[in-house]
Every structure is written in structure tokens, then in C-alpha cells.
């Protein structure tokens, strides 16, 4: 078992396979259960055979806390809550009505990755409105034995929350602290169509105020030296954004930018990676995607000229 804190664990979802790319984190105690992003359809194999050795079963689970929406962290959300009705899923506002009719979820999720959505994703169901509960930061929500505290933290979603533990002094923070396999390069995930740097940096200070013992990340797992990791993640937000505008003012496609863009990134990460942490990097966040988000932060603020 991948223990956090007591009461605290973690699944690996092996996504496409691969472990360390998706994590849900399991909160258990007096009264309940709760998972924290239980991750897309694909995984629902990994994910109710990681409930059945932690000995969680579905009748004591009774909140389903989403980081954001992305089908990645929330896909499955659906499927769950038509076969346990009674769980409860809590969810930003700008992201509650998604959850409540995919439609336009699943077509921006299908510009995006095509034919690939079904084996990526697996179903995406509805979750019906009277199994929402509608966040906006700033609450306290009693799930799995005790007290989160919700805050609001956009940047990499429009529609992103963290949930802090002050029992254990754990931030579940989704993708707002970025992506690390085993401790390598802390990637910033940009994919389109919400990245917003201002945002970003304001939710980081955020995280940071909780002064958290440690952050779990869905990609993946905690890590115990918030500070350090958040700078990192800043500092690489900060390089990658850069990289793509001046990319903005080069020759050629956004297609072409993209895979530039993404080789760069592969040649850095490199450096101090191997070939296999970097696969699951790959598998974690789509590098190229990661140029769509960032162009559109800029061109919505008048940089480079469409192509
Ligand atoms: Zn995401």
C-alpha cells in the first residue's frame, strides 16, 4: 500500500500501462471514504482493484473530490456515481455543468486527441446535478473522516481546486503543482484552452500559505518539500511560456512550432532523465499540447499573429 499519512494512501492507475503517470489518493476514516480524482474510465480495472486492497468498499465511499474536470483526473466520475448513486461529487463551479452534460467536454477533448479518445478515456457519462456539490474556494467540506479546506486555484484550469488536510498537513493540489515522475523535472502541464500565467502564480502562492508537509500531485504522487518543488514549477513555467512566444514570431505552422516546441522540451528533460522516466512524462501530458495552451495565453493577450 502507498501510504501518505494515516488514513492517507494512494492508487496507481497504470495508465496505457504505464505506472506513475496517474495516481488517485484514497482518504479514509470515522465514517467514510473519499477519493481525491479518481482518473479516467480507461483505468477502472487498476482503480477498483487498488480499492479492493486497501479493503475500501464502494458502500463506504461517500465523496468523490475533483482537483478540475479533465478527463485524466475526472473521467470516470460518471460510470461511478451511475453504479453507487449515493456518492457525493464535489467540483468547481465553472466546472459543475460539464460534469452534468460532457457534450462540450468531450468535443474540445476530441479536437484535441481524435480517434484516440475512447482508449485513452474509456465512457464518459453525466453526473447527475443532485450528486453535485458546487464548490467556489474558500469552503470547509468533512469527507473521508475529516475536514478539507477548498481553495480556488485557476492557471491551469479555469475551473481548478486544491483541497488541503490540516490533520495531515497534505495539499491535494491536482495539476496545479505541475507533473514530476520520480522526482525528475517538474513540468508544467499548458495544454489548451485555460492556462492563464497571472492565475497560476497567484494558486501557487495559495498552496504555499497552507504551509503544506507535503503536496500530492495526480501525476504523480507527493512530494514532501513543497517550497523547492514549487519554485521549480514556476521557474519552468516561466521558461516554457518564453520559448513559446518567441516560437510565436518563427517560421512555419502551429503544428510545426508545436513539435519543435516539444523536442526542445525532450532535449532538456534529457539531460537529467532517463529514456523511461521521460516515456512516462509522455504519457502524463502530451509535450506538443503543451505549446497549444501557452499560444493561446498569448495571442488572447495580442502576441505573434495567427497562422
Ligand atoms: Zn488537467
Known amino acids: 500500500m502507498n501510504a ?12 496505457l500501462g504505464k505506472p506513475h503517470a496517474i495516481a488517485t489518493a484514497v482518504v479514509a476514516g470515522a465514517g467514510g471514504s473519499a477519493l481525491v480524482d479518481p482518473g479516467p474510465a480507461s483505468c477502472r480495472d487498476a482503480l477498483e482493484l487498488g480499492l479492493q486492497r486497501q479493503g475500501v468498499q464502494w ?4 465523496h468523490i473530490l475533483l482537483t478540475h474536470i479533465h478527463l485524466d483526473h475526472a473521467g470516470v466520475t460518471g460510470s461511478l456515481v451511475r453504479d453507487h448513486p449515493h456518492v457525493r ?6 466546472g459543475a455543468r460539464h460534469m452534468k452534460d460532457p457534450a462540450k467536454l468531450v468535443a474540445s477533448a476530441t479536437r484535441l486527441w481524435g480517434a484516440d479518445m475512447d482508449r485513452l478515456w474509456g465512457e464518459i ?4 446535478q443532485a450528486s453535485l456539490e458546487v464548490l467556489r474556494g474558500g469552503e470547509r467540506v ?13 492557471g491551469h484550469a479555469s475551473h481548478h481546486v486544491s483541497y488541503f488536510d490540516a490533520s495531515s498537513g497534505v495539499a491535494f493540489v491536482g495539476d496545479t503543482a505541475g507533473v514530476a515522475i520520480d522526482g525528475g523535472y517538474v513540468l508544467p502541464p499548458t495544454p489548451p484552452p485555460d492556462i492563464d500565467l497571472e492565475a497560476w502564480a497567484a494558486s501557487v502562492a495559495r498552496i ?4 503544506p508537509a507535503s503536496i500530492f500531485m495526480t501525476h504523480f ?3 514532501s518539500q513543497a517550497r523547492p518543488h514549487l519554485r521549480a514549477l514556476l521557474d519552468n513555467l516561466s521558461t516554457t511560456a518564453s520559448i513559446v512566444r518567441d516560437s510565436l514570431a518563427e517560421e512555419g505552422t502551429d503544428e510545426e512550432r508545436s513539435h519543435r516546441f516539444a523536442e526542445r ?10 529514456d523511461a522516466q521521460l516515456e512516462t512524462y509522455g504519457v502524463a501530458a502530451q509535450l506538443n499540447l503543451l505549446w497549444f495552451g501557452l499560444a493561446r495565453y498569448w495571442r488572447k493577450r495580442g502576441v505573434g499573429a495567427q497562422s
Open 59 to 62: 458502500g463506504g465511499v461517500t
Open 89 to 94: 461529487v464535489l467540483v468547481h463551479e465553472n
Open 265 to 274: 522540451l525532450r532535449r532538456e528533460m534529457r539531460r537529467t532523465m532517463s
Open 142 to 154: 468533512d469527507a473521508g473522516g475529516r475536514t478539507f479546506e477548498v481553495a480556488y486555484t485557476p
Open 4 to 15: 501518505l499519512a494515516p488514513g492517507l494512501s494512494w492508487i496507481d492507475l497504470h495508465f
Open 221 to 223: 504522487g507527493p512530494v
Open 125 to 128: 457519462l453525466p453526473v447527475p
Open 208 to 211: 504555499e500559505a497552507w504551509s
